[in-house]
Antibody
Framework: EVQLLESGGDLVQPGGSLRLSCAGS????????MGWVRQAPGKGLEWVSA????????YYADSVKGRFAISRDNSKNTLYLQIHGLRADDTAVYYC?????????????WGQGTLVTVSS | DIQMTQSPSSLSASVGDRVTITCRAS??????LAWYQQKPGKAPNLLIY???NLQSGVPSRFSGSASGTDFTLTISSLHPEDFATYYC?????????FGGGTKVEIK
């Protein structure tokens, strides 16, 4: 059974940093493209970032480019999202997802999400 | 960036109704479109990929179609468990972009 477990969400002050983690199991993590999607409270879904299976290709939403960094450690079956310069509008539930081989946009499996709150 | 305009933003329907939700892309996305269902407090669930391909395990009452830059999700006969919010996502080019969502509520 495919499982994705996010962690690292917290209450952080504006300008702060955070690293989110997503541990994968039940599939060959090193062969899977992965991504992050977020959802602000009461709002719609926003695609954030994606990374290829080997980690060589990385993609970002315009709203996070330069502040967020996606990475992965295939030896630990873990995906990361490093966030710097947190702003109030980064407050959201962050989901990691396993994408299909056909497209980064076809996210077949999702974690339960981790909440990031940016507030002073 | 490609904009996805989803309509309606909400609708009220009864069990057994046929429901259609539309997304329009701001440019050609070559049918690289997915539909997701999300229930309150839960992660999204992939329903349709490639505009019209049913994801494994998704009931056949869900279907997707495309005409140029217009995409439609149809629920042929609404079941109680289908009351949720639906999102389209263009997967043609980065950055990927979601539509604004359609909340399907009980009439």
């Amino acid at each position: 059974e495919v499982q994705l477990l996010e962690s690292g969400g917290d209450l952080v002050q504006p300008g702060g940093s955070l690293r989110l983690s997503c541990a994968g199991s039940g599939f060959i993590f090193s062969s899977s493209d992965m991504g992050w999607v977020r959802q602000a409270p009461g709002k719609g879904l926003e695609w954030v970032s994606a990374v290829s299976a080997g980690g060589g290709a990385k993609y970002y939403a315009d709203s996070v480019k330069g502040r967020f960094a996606i990475s992965r450690d295939n030896s630990k079956n873990t995906l990361y999202l490093q966030i710097h310069g947190l702003r109030a509008d980064d407050t959201a539930v962050y989901y990691c997802a396993k994408t299909s081989r056909d497209s980064y946009g076809y996210m077949q499996y999702w974690g339960q999400g981790t909440l990031v709150t940016v507030s002073s | 960036d490609i904009q996805m305009t989803q309509s309606p933003s909400s609708l009220s329907a009864s069990v057994g109704d046929r429901v259609t939700i539309t997304c329009r892309a701001s440019q050609d996305i070559s049918n690289s479109l997915a539909w997701y269902q999300q229930k309150p407090g839960k992660a999204p669930n992939l329903l349709i990929y490639g505009a019209s391909n049913l994801q494994s395990g998704v009931p056949s009452r869900f279907s997707g179609s495309a005409s140029g830059t217009d995409f439609t999700l149809t629920i042929s006969s609404l079941h109680p468990e289908d009351f949720a919010t639906y999102y389209c996502l263009q997967a043609h080019s980065f950055p990927l972009t979601f539509g604004g969502g359609t909340k399907v509520e009980i009439k």
